[in-house]
Nanobody, 118 residues
Framework: QVQVVESGGGLAQAGGSLRLSCAAS????????MGWYRQAPGKQRELVAT???????DYVDSVKGRFTISRDGAKNTVYLQMNSLKPEDTAVYYC????????????WGQGTQVTVSS
């Protein structure tokens, strides 16, 4: 079994910063991709950023230049550094991991709340 656990959410003021962490643990052969998603009240879950095991990162346009995703492959951990936060970044942030076991499966964390006040 694989567990994915996020941490680091909280309250920040507009223009401030937060850093989210996400660790995958359990029986893991390898992880192809790890990513961050978010869901604001009344909205659909959206992709924020992803990073491959080779370090290739991709971002939704609304966070480019403000958020940075990084990964520690040895620890099966991914981070999301969020700078210049805006009230519209307020959401529950979820982490996922595409785990290449037998079979390959996607595992999700429970989510962490990020609230940005104006």
């Amino acid at each position: 079994q694989v567990q994915v656990v996020e941490s680091g959410g909280g309250l920040a003021q507009a223009g401030g910063s937060l850093r989210l962490s996400c660790a995958a643990s359990g029986i893991i052969r390898s992880i192809d991709v790890m990513g961050w998603y978010r869901q604001a009240p009344g909205k659909q879950r959206e992709l924020v950023a992803t990073i491959t095991n080779g370090g290739s990162a991709d971002y939704v346009d609304s966070v480019k230049g403000r958020f940075t995703i990084s990964r520690d492959g040895a620890k099966n951990t991914v981070y999301l550094q969020m700078n210049s936060l805006k009230p519209e970044d307020t959401a529950v942030y979820y982490c996922n991991a595409v785990v290449r076991n037998w079979p390959t499966r996607v595992y999700w964390g429970q989510g962490t709340q990020v609230t940005v006040s104006s």
